[in-house]
């Protein structure tokens, strides 16, 4: 079935430890995102790629970094110096402008 | 500012009732609005889709609305499930740019 893929569902963090999370898509669409999603806040834009090897920092951007070397993989790396990782993290490919998603990465921070 | 709001935070409604959830929106430009439900530790799945020229459209036992003019959209649920207790999101796309606005969300949960 076609559709997104994050992995791991569930990631735990040391404090000084970079992690990076997965995201692949096998929907054939150019643009993905990846947004952190806080209890009773919007979901925020942390990054976002309009196609292979393009990519652009979003609202919340530091602390975070991206790379797109395939269309169908959009991996996010979580590093040290985000000083507050721990969130749900989504991945989205977009497609005639609805917004596909992943089922979610919940990162905590030991 | 670009903003989209939704009311009630949360609601809890018994089986079989009917709710409805609002979202008022300041996006501009605007094209499209969308409602996405979102179940607890998932990704949040579409709904609806309410285009600048459209006032209602149905799905199953979801009806929304888009007042283009007042720039409020609302969803209304029919006859309750338990499978409806979810978290459900309006989101407003920023015509001609990547953005999409999220509002916070309306958490709802259906008891029996």
């Known amino acids: 079935d076609g559709g997104i893929t994050q992995s791991p569902k569930y990631l735990f963090r040391k404090e000084g430890q970079n992690v990076t999370l997965s995201c692949e898509q096998n929907?054939?669409?150019?643009?993905m995102y990846w947004y952190r999603q806080d209890p009773g806040q919007g979901l925020r834009l942390i990054y976002y790629?309009?196609?292979?090897?393009?990519?652009q920092k979003g609202d919340i951007a530091e602390g975070y970094s991206v790379s797109r070397e395939k269309k169908e993989s959009f991996p996010l790396t979580v590093t040290s110096a985000q000083k507050n990782p721990t969130a749900f993290y989504l991945c989205?490919?977009?497609?005639?402008?609805?917004?596909?998603f992943g089922e979610g990465s919940r990162l905590t921070v030991l | 500012k670009n903003q989209v709001e939704q009311s009630p935070q949360s609601l809890i409604i018994l089986e079989g009732k009917n709710c409805t959830l609002q979202?008022?929106?300041?996006?501009?430009?605007?094209?499209?609005l969308r409602w996405y439900k979102q179940d607890t530790g998932r990704g949040p799945v579409s709904l609806t889709i309410?285009?600048?020229?459209?006032n209602t459209k149905s799905n199953r036992r979801y009806t929304a609305t888009l007042d283009a003019d007042t720039k409020q959209s609302s969803l209304h649920i029919t006859a309750s499930q338990l499978s409806d207790s979810a978290s459900y999101i309006c989101?407003?796309?920023?015509?001609?740019?990547?953005?999409?606005?999220f509002g916070t969300g309306t958490r709802l949960k259906v008891l029996a």
């Open positions: 989205a490919s977009k497609s005639t402008g609805e917004l596909f």
């Open positions: 929907l054939n669409h150019d643009a």
């Open positions: 790629s309009q196609i292979v090897n393009d990519f």
């Open positions: 979202c008022n929106y300041t996006v501009s430009p605007f094209s499209n």
């Open positions: 309410m285009t600048f020229s459209e």
């Open positions: 989101v407003v796309p920023r015509s001609g740019t990547y953005k999409y606005i």
